[in-house]
């Protein structure tokens, strides 16, 4: 029996999921894997205030130190999330010689190239795989399942929470407000739900799967991202009227030399696979050489989906060889590609414009847009009322942001314009 | 630099595939994997009729000794399919000491509990990645990605050749036969499709998933299995009306100690996601505990895509380490799960009559189901024409298998029966 000792950090609602597995999987993991997982040590700095029961042979702990100085701790798994004390925490544990398995996010988008440079030097794994998709194995097809092709691109739903809300916007005809208040109700969103509504939540996802698909360590702040809170219903109205549905999705692509990777609001055909990945599932598709395009779906979030990354991870490691080469689940050699600006990606944008309806509005509107180079594919103003303000949709042709950032701005100064124009990419999915 | 020699048996469409990548790859392998793949030797029965352009330094040969006695070998990838001499090559390879890559399914279906006590006596590793959905990670995600988690249940489209016809039937309206002749112009399907075509394909690949899925090995002769050769235009067109679609589905459930694995024409509804699986694409839906559901799918067919399983399981060995537990693709102890037969398992069905349109047609047919305790869910009868033969669309509730097939017999056998009753299963998918 090969017997592991393990030393968790962050007795949430992850953590207790995954303390709750070790329990209930004792048997299970003795007789498939032949391995043994002790809970020695459990630190939470409100330990005091958690169920603790069952665990009597745990030492509990709010101090990191009786983890990190045990000598006898083979693995530390970090489930504390955020930037510090997590970083210190597994750059000390690498360096101590023990294991790292964490769900951070945040932590390997940020330092995910120092840390594995230290785990490659230290002989030591540092697995991650329920940092992007929870239980989904997304890591592990970059890393293993697909070792040997070369990725040309990446487009994922990485984030419940929004493609929850955005599903309910469609489904049920919520507000953005009501469709939150219910992901919230549901426990899908955090009190606080910021870094999944802005973007962020699925920005640190994409950079480390750029790192994986592209082997770029890209820095967050250079992935341009755009939340969902501007998302209105008639926007989704008028995408289904379109055959098209808007999803919060994280893209990155290799073209040449250049990667692009930005995350925003994105109208994609409702033929498309991922057009059918709804409520809190999140889906990633890779376009693989020579492979083929793949798609792996699934619950992308919530206390056991993230626990089984988690445990797939220790018992991975509890089956890899002293001897193994280590490149599991770590990125291989950065390369040096370059990043392309937001400014420069070319994509096709959805506008709402709304503006009076009256002759020459549309005139005025192609003319600015004409201007800046931009051409248009359609044109659609469905109701018409010349004493009120009405929704005029144009698709347009392939323009870069910058070109139509400038015609915009010149377009809601016009007189007729009653808002600012509302514009949303379109992706041509492969 | 971890230098494998490899022997290569089987240069067809994928080997030759498989050697392409070899040397296309060879600076990526080294760069990222610290691997170098040398293809030592290469084995084919018509060897002098192939193009070995660039292969200066493989030996060629006809004999599989020469790989087989070849203590430098460490690897033995294993491509010409079938039974015999797959068997003994896999089998004597591995007693020679040597890893083995296989992407033979009908040897893995048949033979895989004892070629797998074989490979973990001998501490050698036995990768069939290839073996079902071709370079879509399926058996990895089985054996590590979820490693920890329970199955209950594994539905796949896992014949591209199947869903290809299906599909085209669907959308272009084609017979069985013109979508067959396409199929097998575009190089989807064998010239003799018949593996294919009935089922059995599906069937060993299935074997395959319910050994990693429940570690219960069952006999290819033991699961259920119907083909496609029936279905008929009219049914799709019925299918479409009521929201759902034929699929050739390869199904697993754990039901308490009973497992059931069955593959056949399946209707299912439009909204799953496996519905949106088309063309020669390749799906596996799991439904793992406590995860969730995981879909994944990708193209399961074609040289290339085959290569990249292969490819990957190389990969993975060159990483693996000396010590490693050798669990890695090989399924854990059987269990001693027993098997429901055909009879037992209840499904609801989709029945097509051609009966004549007369009064009391509907009451007598009924009737004799009412006998077999099968009751009905709904009745659609859209044409009506006295002089002639006309469909009678019935959907029922759960029956058996037994009482079905007993059923559908006596109603055949009425006068106003014009040909034998067409039934399909229906299937609710989670």
Redo the contacts between chains.
Sequence with gaps: M?KIHIGLLGYGNVGS?VVQ?LRK?KK??A?????EFVLKTLCDRSIQKKDTSGLSRTTLTTKFEDILDDPDIDVVIELIGGMQPAEMIVVEALKKGKHVITANKELIANKGEKLFELAKKQGRHLYF?SSVGA???II??FT???????FHSVYGIINGTCNFILDEMTRRDYSFEEALAEAQKRGYAESDPTLDINGMDSTHKLAILVSLAF?KYVKVKNIYTEGIEHISHQDIEYAESLNLCIKLLAIAKKVGNEIEARVHPTLISKDH?LA??NGIYNAVSLE?D??????????GA?Q??A??GV??D???L???????????NVP??PSHLTMRTIDQIKTKFYIRFMATDKPGVLSKITGVLGQHGISINSVTQKTHNPAATVPVIMLTEYTTEKELRAALKEIHKLPIMKSKPVAIRMEKLC
């Design positions: 090969n999921g597995w999987g299970d993991f007789e498939k894997f032949g391995a795989e239980g989904i194995p592990k097809t293993e399942g697909l070792a040997g092709n070369q082997g696979p059918a990945i693989a020579p492979l083929g395009t793949i798609l792996l779906s699934g619950e919530g056991m989906a626990a089984s445990i797939s220790l018992v991975n509890s089956g890899s060889g002293a001897g193994s080469n280590l490149f599991c291989h050699t």
